[in-house]
């Protein structure tokens, strides 16, 4: 399988970053007649490798594909202690997320004065990066700056979800709002932190327009409630 990367074209010549040279050239060692992918503005050019010194490329052809979910999802996820913000991130892209939105809510253990996002955008934005070369998608999730609840009605949706552990039991509610979904919809799914919702949120929510929906009759953890929506949403918009 060809490596994948994100690059740009500028003046006919076609760059990546410097990262991305030295993973082609000392992580896969590739060498001259090489050839991988390069995405640039959601359009992705099969290129040979022309040169090492200086890295130089040439496009071959267009590849035309389709990997992209036809519906815009976007996930709003309170912010996630450690590895586990990073795990919601690289599989939520995997499976297609368009969007992730960064919640501050009043359980949230990883509080916002503790929480220095510039110190950690560069990290997310890398694990986006490489979780959408990696699944072959045409572009890189936008990752959002944080929000509290007040900031809710904000964030446009046509279909807009919140999975809440007090309403577990079957998952109609789920069903039923993913049902609801039109082609061209966009979609939001709302996930709580490991403490969980207070009913105070949940109703701030339902004024914002969100459906409370259960993920069944087990309680999941925050990052596997983000990785479950999205799979059977992903499951589901791509059932034709």
Do not use: W
Request: with cysteine.
């Amino acid at each position: 399988m060809r490596q994948r990367y994100f690059g740009a074209i500028v003046g006919g010549k076609i760059i990546l970053s410097t990262d991305d040279v030295n993973h082609c050239l000392r992580v896969m060692r590739m060498k001259k007649g090489d050839e991988i992918e390069v995405v640039y503005k959601n359009e992705v050019n099969l290129c040979r490798i022309e040169s090492t010194k200086p890295f130089n490329l040439s496009i071959v052809s267009k590849i035309n594909e389709k990997h992209e979910l036809a519906n815009k999802i976007i996930l709003i996820v309170a912010v996630l202690k450690g590895e586990k913000m990073d795990l919601v991130l690289q599989k939520a892209t995997e499976l297609g997320v368009d969007e992730i939105v960064l919640l501050i809510s009043k359980r949230t253990i990883q509080k916002l004065n503790n929480f220095r996002l510039d110190n950690k955008l560069e990290r997310y934005r890398k694990i986006l990066k490489e979780a959408a070369e990696q699944s072959k998608r045409v572009k890189i999730p936008n990752l959002h700056q944080l929000i509290t609840f007040d900031q809710l009605a904000k964030i446009k949706g046509d279909v807009k979800m919140i999975a809440y552990e007090e309403a577990s039991g079957n998952t109609a509610s789920f069903i039923k709002a993913i049902k609801q979904i039109n082609n061209g919809d966009t979609v939001v799914c709302l996930i709580g932190p490991e403490g969980g919702f207070e009913e105070e949120e949940v109703n701030t929510a339902i004024n914002s327009g969100y459906q409370v929906v259960s993920l069944g009759r087990r309680i999941l953890r925050a990052e596997t409630a983000s990785l479950y929506m999205m799979s059977v949403l992903a499951c589901y918009l791509e059932r034709k």
